[in-house]
């Protein structure tokens, strides 16, 4: 079905052709049109034009209302003040055009997708081998995957990529004593959970590093390792190839969790990158956009100097041949951009990595690899904090495991949910604990702008009251239980009708689904749609008090508000699946 024109859309067109017509010099201009609590919408552009013209502009203001047809859309329109316009929609006009949005069968809502999509890597959910993932990790899953779907929904190709550490020293230290402890990794071909896999690896690691640290002769071995596995020798490879296995075991069953889709093929871990290393560097260096500095490969930038004044470069090799970071994330840029030829590559990365990537993105830049065609973008995220305002740690002051936290939000969600349970079973409270609980821990992440630190409180997340996702949920259950309750009697758009004015604010909230769509994709703002969502249940709960819906007075009026129950519920729900969260039809 084709996309619906917003009611804001329709009208800003309508302002700017009568702006066009009263002053023709002002063609294309816009009429600066919004929200309004004096009217629906008001337009405060013709101040700035009348100043621009030298007219007066209240009298510009009756010129363009003059040009104004009313009826169909636009009820009525007043200037206001010193040359505002205000503006009231038809009530006819509300019900249609939701109806038009209702009617979208392929459940878009009559949100247009883009005609000439571009391609947007997104980099985000990056775990480490051999390593428990923590609540660090869950800032860069829960909002990579909110703007994975986002963006997918506005029509963009979007290629996802896990950049896991999967290389590195450690792994011929690893390596080494797996080879020579081979037993301590055996599952004897039993099949085991994702915790128990990294369970066993974690205390492999950390057997390996007393050993690393205790026996010179062994240290030698493991270092020989390092060199054994970067020059990609048979057996090597493969033990490294164990630990990715067994690592992945884990990594999916926390995503799994999190109700997260990682697939396989977009893991794609630092040494994926290895066979590009050596010709990034040389590529860099050929150019000059890389020097040799007491022996490592480093780019120098203007305005990156330390405490002490000297510049502060960007290492791509260091002095002993080894490979840093950045001739990792530099290579990751080439395969992106050449052969996943991407417009752009986003990247949800801690806010405390910030010079690197503006030193990488600069140096990519540099080297022709971005430019004004090819962006790189990283989406910098705060710190996940206790509720005493202090990094999250447990109370030994140690990084708390994802998985505890998870289990922990399950637990509190579904004594919630057996609360309030009717007629559920044992095995369905559990399904929405699992459901509310995940939701609240990514609706509290997504509610706060990604750049700013956030205190998990769990009490909070799981409250019924306030900007919380058991909030919207209980919404969206409660107008399925309405819907129910109507049994035989379907919703059915009554445009002919005329609207309470809680029917109205809700109405025209429902509209502007699809701009707020179009603004959270482009900006990477998964918040916006938080706090739209968040409206959209204050204004049906505001309805729902003042509008009976089954007790409404006419057959027709039960209809229509049935409609709009309907349409509300389908707007929470496709919302809420941009957040990657669910929302169950009975709580």
């Known amino acids: 079905m084709a996309s619906v024109t917003s009611l804001t859309a329709s009208v800003h067109q309508r302002l700017a052709s009568a702006l066009s017509a009263a002053l023709p010099e002002a063609a294309g201009a816009d009429p600066l049109l919004r929200r309004s609590d004096r009217a629906d919408y008001q337009a405060n552009g013709i101040l700035a034009l009348a100043k621009k013209a030298k007219a007066n502009p209240r009298e510009l203001a009756t010129q363009v209302v003059a040009q104004v047809t009313t009826g169909d859309l636009i009820q009525d329109i007043e200037v206001s003040g010193p040359g505002f316009l205000n503006v009231t929609i038809t009530d006819r006009a509300i019900t249609e055009n939701l109806a038009a949005r209702a009617a979208d069968t392929d459940g878009r809502l009559g949100v247009p997708r883009a005609e000439q999509p571009g391609t947007t890597v997104v980099d985000y959910a990056q775990p480490n081998v051999a390593k428990e993932m923590h609540v660090g990790h869950l800032r860069s899953a829960v909002i990579g995957d909110s703007v994975v779907q986002l963006l997918e929904f506005t029509g963009e190709n979007v290629v996802r990529r896990h950049h896991i550490g999967d290389w590195g020293t450690q792994f011929g230290m690893l390596i080494q004593y797996l080879d020579e402890h081979p037993h301590e990794l055996d599952h004897s071909g039993a099949e085991v959970s994702g915790e128990e896999a990294m369970s066993n690896l974690d205390r492999l690691y950390k057997a390996a590093r007393r050993k690393f640290d205790s026996d010179e002769e062994f ?173 999250f740690k447990t109370r030994e002051g140690e990084t708390v495991r994802l998985v505890d936290l998870l289990d922990e939000a399950i637990d509190r969600a ?77 919703p059915a758009a009554h445009p002919e009708l005329g609207l309470h004015e809680a029917e109205r604010a809700l109405g025209l909230h429902v509209d502007a689904f ?72 009975r709580l």
Not at 381 to 386: D, Q
Not at 478 to 483: E, H, T
Not at 571 to 579: C, F, N, R, S
């Open 514 to 585: 699809a701009e707020i769509v179009a603004e959270a994709a482009s900006e990477y703002a998964p918040h916006k749609m938080t706090a739209y969502l968040y409206q959209l249940a204050s204004l049906y709960t505001t309805f729902y008090d003042k509008c009976p819906v089954l007790k409404a007075e006419t057959p027709e009026q039960v209809e229509n508000r049935l409609f709009l129950c309907d349409v509300t519920a389908k707007t929470l729900h496709q919302g809420m699946a941009l957040l990657g969260i669910r929302t169950p039809e």
């Open 414 to 490: 579904s004594a919630v949910v057996r609360e309030k349970a009717q007629d559920l079973s044992e095995e369905e409270i559990a399904e929405r604990g699992a459901q509310v609980g995940i939701g609240a821990v990514k609706y509290a992440d997504l509610s706060t702008s990604a750049n700013r630190d956030y205190k998990f409180d769990l009490d909070q997340m799981v409250s019924l009251n306030g900007d919380t996702s058991v909030y919207l949920q209980y919404a969206y259950a409660r107008i399925q239980s309405i819907l129910r309750k109507a049994g035989e009697v379907r």
């Open 219 to 391: 240290k030698t071995r493991a270092r020989r390792r390092v060199v054994d596995l970067q020059a990609g020798e048979p057996h090597t490879l493969a033990m490294w190839q164990k630990f990715v296995d067994e690592s992945k075991i884990y990594f999916f069953s926390v995503f799994e969790k999190l109700d997260m889709e990682v697939r396989d093929p977009d893991i794609v871990g630092e040494s994926g990158y290895n066979d590009m290393l050596a010709e990034t560097c040389r590529l860099l260096e050929e150019s000059g956009v890389a020097v040799r500095s007491e022996g490592a490969l480093c780019v120098f930038f203007d305005d990156i100097k330390g405490p002490d004044g000297n510049p502060v470069p960007l290492i791509v090799q260091k002095s002993d041949g080894g490979y840093g970071y950045a001739a990792t994330d530099l290579s990751a840029i080439r395969d992106r951009v050449f052969n996943l030829k991407a417009n752009t590559l986003l990247y949800v990365v801690d806010a405390r990595q910030s010079l690197h990537f503006k030193m990488v993105f600069e140096t990519a830049r540099k080297a022709g690899w971005l430019n004004d065609d090819v962006k790189a973008h990283q989406l910098a995220f705060g710190t996940v904090l206790g509720k005493d305002g202090k990094p």
